[in-house]
């Protein structure tokens, strides 16, 4: 089993829609939950990251961790098509990065 | 910000040479920096940590003779592939951790394509 499963995808949703992208994972002793994104050929980008378990908003995202599920989440709202990429949860674990297998998004116009 | 830069962006080399690749933090100190390796449609596989004034810490299967790094300042680490074959062929991103003492806040390059021949 991965210590990070994440979904591949790919996902397709209208232009506006409602995004949601999941990760679980095993290692209980995971305090930090980042998200990155990637654009084709291109190296990730940190959208954002949280501590430990709750919620954090930051403009049309909203990142969730529910520890108590080893589940996390990323809401995209209003989705646009340049949101379309590939989106890769990670987890810190001694100093080092664990990152999901990455779910490709379409956005269609 | 955090800007992290790398150079180049893509290159080309035949079998047998070496390549060095930089990695550069350009508005941050980083103490810590990362080198990946990610394959068409995979997710990132770490290769090393590269920790400033130290030996890297390589990852259980990357053979570290082959893959040389080096990490002179705290705002410039090098990737060396030495003896480059077609199977390294790959693309290769490199982070700077902006944090101190967890790897949360990492910032990554834009990576670089090597094709070898």
């Known amino acids: 089993q991965k210590e990070v499963e994440q979904d591949p995808g790919p996902l397709s949703v209208p232009e506006g829609a409602i995004v949601s992208l999941n990760c679980t994972y095993s290692n209980s002793a995971f305090q930090y939950f980042m998200w990155y994104r990637q654009y084709s050929r291109k190296g990730p980008e940190l959208l954002m990251y949280t501590y430990s378990s709750g919620n954090k908003e930051d403009g049309r995202f909203t990142a969730q961790v529910d520890k108590s599920s080893k589940y996390i989440s990323l809401f995209i709202r209003d989705s646009q098509p340049s949101d379309s990429a590939t989106y890769l949860c990670?987890?810190?674990?001694?100093?080092?990065?664990?990152f999901g297998s990455g779910t490709r998004l379409l956005v269609r116009p | 910000g955090a800007v992290v830069s790398q150079h180049p962006s893509w290159v080309i080399c035949k079998s047998g040479t070496s390549v060095k690749i930089e990695c550069r933090s350009l508005d941050f100190q980083a103490t810590t920096m990362f080198w990946y390796r990610q394959f068409p449609k995979q997710s990132l596989m770490l290769m090393a940590t590269?920790?400033?004034?130290?030996?890297?810490?390589?990852e259980q299967g990357v053979e570290k003779d082959k893959f040389l790094i080096n990490h002179a300042s705290l705002t410039l680490s090098t990737l060396t592939v030495t003896s480059a074959h077609p199977e390294d062929s790959s693309f290769y991103i490199c982070?700077?951790?902006?944090?101190?003492?967890?790897?949360?806040?990492?910032?990554f390059g834009p990576g670089t394509r090597l094709t070898v021949t």
């Open positions: 590269s920790n400033e004034g130290s030996k890297a810490t390589y």
């Open positions: 990670a987890m810190d674990s001694s100093y080092k990065l664990i």
């Open positions: 982070s700077a951790n902006k944090g101190q003492g967890s790897s949360y806040e990492q910032y």
